[in-house]
């Protein structure tokens, strides 16, 4: 099943981009490097996993307070399932963890907790506290945090694709009116502001299946910092580096 989707805890001093301009609405993140963070150090994956959750946390603080109304991470990838079964043992232990931990955070802050991806593939339980979770912070307004969770961006747009067919079959769409605003609708992320600034850790330069339509105009930013080093520092010197940039949209 496919799903659409006052500061936060701690005394950290409001964050602000290193820059004039206006903080981007939608900001998305692809969280890498957690893996080679703990192999740094000696550590198993594991440990990896669970720095990068933290990392999470002091974002998302970030994020809320800086001004962004939506942040998107990419947590476990339609492609992840290839990975050594005990490490994805290990990040479902950990997401299990995060919910339990983070919930009554996330609904005495403000956050709304949005999915998107197949949750349904973590099995019922997951999936059940997962929506659950989702239930209980839709009234929130501050901040909306997506979560990708099995999700892979060819796929959903494979998924608009035949949502859109289905409706030409039933008669109830013509065929002519299916144009990039019918398959912007179409999609998970309908509801959510367009996309402004995609970022990714750890020095990879790659959008590795992630919100491909949805970045068509995004600014791309690509750091050498690894997810769990992640912080409010970070997230400021990214959004001052989108604040310098200008935004032409195709134009001139």
Do not use: C
């Not at 963070?37 to 002091?58: F, I, S």
């Not at 307070?65 to 079964?85: D, I, K, Q």
């Not at 995004?218 to 910092?225: C, H, K, Q, S």
């Amino acid at each position: 099943m496919s799903v659409r989707p006052a500061a936060l805890e701690g005394a950290d001093p409001p964050v602000q981009p290193t820059g004039g301009g206006d903080v981007p609405r939608h900001v998305a993140i692809i969280m890498d490097g957690n893996g080679r963070w703990a192999a740094k150090r000696g550590m198993p994956r594991a440990a990896g996993h669970r720095a990068g959750a933290e990392a999470v946390r002091k974002t998302l603080r970030a994020a809320a307070e800086v001004g962004v109304e939506v942040l998107t991470l990419y947590a476990f990838s339609s492609e992840n399932w290839r990975r050594p079964e005990e490490e994805v043992s290990d990040l479902k232990g950990l997401l299990s963890f995060y919910i339990d931990k983070e919930l009554l955070t996330l609904e005495h802050e403000g956050v709304r907790l949005q999915l998107i991806g197949d949750p349904a593939a973590f099995g019922p339980q997951l999936e059940a506290r997962l929506l659950g979770a989702v239930e209980r912070t839709a009234a929130n307004r501050r901040l909306t945090l997506v979560v990708a969770l099995n999700y892979g961006s060819r796929g959903e747009i494979a998924a608009a694709a035949r949502r859109l067919a289905e409706e030409v079959r039933s008669g109830t769409r013509d065929p002519a009116s299916i144009d990039e605003q019918a398959l912007d609708q179409a999609m998970q992320t309908a509801e959510l502001p367009p996309l402004d600034l995609l970022i990714r850790t750890s020095g990879e330069v790659r959008l590795s299946n992630f919100l491909l339509w949805q970045a068509a105009y995004a600014e791309l930013m690509f750091v050498e910092t690894l997810w769990p080093d992640f912080d409010g520092d970070a997230l400021a010197d990214a959004l001052g580096v989108f604040a310098a940039r200008q935004r032409r949209f195709g134009g001139r």
